[in-house]
């Protein structure tokens, strides 16, 4: 947004927490019979927990290439 990317690390961890967050309110509101509101909550952790999976995914990527970069430059 601002020209800099937010680290991986970060977005794993903040999707990891809004991803129990949104699961927590799907769990109350299904308890609670509010179908609409529990279905949203739940479509939202899903795609929390998609984004920290791919915000991981990122991070061993750059740790591979990284070390692939390192070895190159050894030989």
């Known amino acids: 947004m601002f020209g800099r990317r937010v680290p991986p690390h970060i977005v794993f961890l903040l999707s990891l927490l809004l991803a129990a967050l949104c699961g927590w309110a799907a769990y109350v509101a ?37 070390a692939e970069k390192a070895a190159q430059g050894r030989k």
């Open 30 to 66: 299904f308890a609670r019979g509010s179908t609409l509101w529990g279905a949203v909550a739940a479509v939202f952790a899903v795609w929390f927990v998609v984004d920290a999976v791919r915000s991981y995914s990122w991070a061993q990527n750059k740790k591979r290439l990284e």
